[in-house]
């Protein structure tokens, strides 16, 4: 089976209602990096900075996979599919996708502020101030923040580094280290780049350009990819 490797951001998820972040209205418009997703934005308030996860963890239980989710998912039935994802939301496990790699973590779970080692499963979508971990500490959202390491990043470096097919999908390429993942595919390998918007992507050889939201273009690019490489 060929091994299609998916890195995907916000515009994946935009068509089931999540709101991405550098497009107007876009959540960065909304709230300031500094005051929500920083590691000094959590030692300042960690009030504020828990509100925002759990406003975004109460409206991911109100919101489902999209196609382009479900089409990610069914190219497992032919391929060897591991996705590389940016977002925190859990919707390309809820579309059945069996291997996800959170770049930036998971809404869904938190992590103590001493260990980060021990991680929990969130029932609901509340950390509270007071919620501890084992070790007495206050629990945080399990999210990597802008300054922080990203610890999975050698794990999606090798993923890209081996892909038969790259597909890049929903993501501005703004941020690093994530956005550097398109340049470790093979030189030789198709690249598919599905969003709605121009992006300008520099140094990437064989790379198609699918200008269609993702809930259209993945659908496409499914059968495409079924009809050529399966
Ligand atoms: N289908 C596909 N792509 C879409 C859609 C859609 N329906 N709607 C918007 N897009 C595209 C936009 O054109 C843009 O290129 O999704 C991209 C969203 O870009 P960003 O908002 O920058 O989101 P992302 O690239 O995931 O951000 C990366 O930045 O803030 C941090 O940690 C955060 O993981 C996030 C990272």
Known sequence: MRKIVVLSGAGVSAESG?????????????????DVATPQAWQKNMELVQRFYNARRKQLLEVEPNPAHLAIAALEEHFDVHVVTQNI??????????????????????????????????NGWEIKMGDLCEKGSQLRPHIVWFGEMVPELENAARLAQTADILIVVGTSLNVYPAASLIHYAPYDAPKFLVDPNELFVDGVTNLTFIKEKAGVGMPELREKLIADWA
């Open 89 to 122: 939301d859990n919707l390309h496990e809820r579309a059945g996708s069996s291997k996800v790699l959170h770049l930036h973590g998971e809404l869904t779970k938190s992590r103590s502020s001493v260990d980060p080692e021990l991680i929990y499963d969130i």
């Open 18 to 34: 999540i709101k991405t972040f550098r497009e107007t209205g876009g959540l960065w418009e909304e709230y300031n990096i500094e």
